[in-house]
């Protein structure tokens, strides 16, 4: 019985750390979130460093669309060569 009570203070901590990892995965921004965010940037490493890497990366040719998920939809960003057009926002789409 004794050997396990060094465990638990172990089990506890590992427990706490899983459900904040958690509870932070489990938050999205708004749509609107996420266009206050990038609004200043015009090119690919400002969204980058405004955003992160985007959930989808949509690619013809010099045309790309960078896709982020927001928990009330999409925000879609089109890019030609390194420069930002204007923000497109959507609904999910339903699997």
């Known amino acids: 019985m004794t050997a396990l009570r060094p465990r638990r203070p172990l089990f506890a901590a590992f427990a706490l750390a899983a459900t904040l990892a958690l509870a932070g995965c489990l ?3 708004s749509k ?9 940037a015009t090119t690919k490493a400002e969204l ?12 013809v040719g010099p045309l790309e669309e ?4 927001a928990s009330d ?6 890019i030609l060569g390194d ?4 923000v497109v926002t959507g609904e999910k789409t339903k699997n």
């Not at 405004?50 to 959930?55: D, V, Y």
């Not at 939809?73 to 089109?78: D, I, N, Q």
């Not at 420069?83 to 204007?86: A, K, S, T, Y």
């Open 83 to 86: 420069r930002v057009g204007p």
């Open 27 to 29: 938050h999205e921004d």
């Open 66 to 69: 960078w896709v982020y998920e």
């Open 48 to 59: 980058r460093a405004a955003l992160g890497e985007p959930k989808t990366l949509n690619k």
């Open 32 to 40: 609107a979130e996420i266009v206050k965010k990038a609004e200043q």
């Open 73 to 78: 939809g999409v925000v879609r960003f089109p």
